[in-house]
Structures are given as structure tokens and as C-alpha cells.
């Protein structure tokens, strides 16, 4: 950041009083700009025990599969979110959604929330997003072909517990080396 976006003027880095850290400060008006986490959020649309995943039509991660997700807009629920992302890249209508992961990503700003979800009905197609969008039994997912270890995290546990029928809410901490 070079600019202050309410006023034009030079920003500097400082730690403001009474904080911990450096932030961006500009010079004229002291606004302070604080730069926090983005939030990720998706579902797990599952019919029957298969679980639909989305092939990636753009990069990062083009040609890997994942499950539906994109950045939480100002002004919108998790829930909304969820179903508008699944909607964009998998042309899929889910409901009864229930909070599943929510994945600590700290090394790069940012937490993932993953919700299970009901597919309505097989009417899904790619999105702009998806190059291919495809049912898998927890047997055939192509664990080899995943674009972000959140999903690979996520899916994992999934599996687990549609063997054991439970899908308890769970918080895990992705590390860095888990990076695909
Ligand atoms: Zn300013």
C-alpha cells in the first residue's frame, strides 16, 4: 500500500499507540488501514454418500479437483455464500446446510469454512470457473488431483465419518508443508 484511500496521501508503516503490530498510516489524515484475513467459504454437496467436486477452469491449481468455494463478499452470510459458490461453479442447487471445517490457513491470511450441504437433484454442470463437475464416491476421489490441502483436510475427514454416519464440527490448522 502506497496511498491513503480516504484522503490520497503518502502512507507509512508504524506501529499506531497502543497496538502490536505495524500498519499503514497515513501521513495526512492518520487514518489507520488494518489488513486482516479473508475468509474462504464452501460446501460439501453430497447425494447419497457421493460428494460433488468441481475440476478447476483457472488458476491457481487449473485441472485439479475441489469441492465449491470462493471469497465471502461484504455484506453476505456464510450461508449465502456457500450456496452462491456452489451455484457459480457447479451450476448446483443444495440446501440443509450444517458447519463442518473451518480451516485455520495463518501462513497465508486466510480461513476456510466448509458447510455440508443436499444436492437437490443431478441437474449440475461446470460453471465459467470448472472445466468438469462430477459425483465421486468417497473410494474414487482422486486424492492425488486436489488443488488445496483444505480440501484435502476436509475430504478426508468427510470420508471418515460417512463411514461412522457422525459429521461432528471440527477446527484444524492447516500447516504450511500441508500446501499441495
Ligand atoms: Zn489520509
Redesign the pocket.
Known sequence: MNF?A????KVTLQMPSGDDRMRFV?D????IFYDNPKMVVGTIPVKGNAILLCKRAIEPRREKWTLPAGWLENGETVSACAVRETREEACAEVDDLQPYVLANLPFINQVYFFMRARLLNADFHAGYESLEVQLFSPDLIPWGELAFSAVHETLKLFCDDIRKSEFPFRVLDIKPQQRL
Do not use: I
Open positions: 491513503c480516504q484522503c490520497g496521501a497515513c495526512d489524515c492518520h487514518t
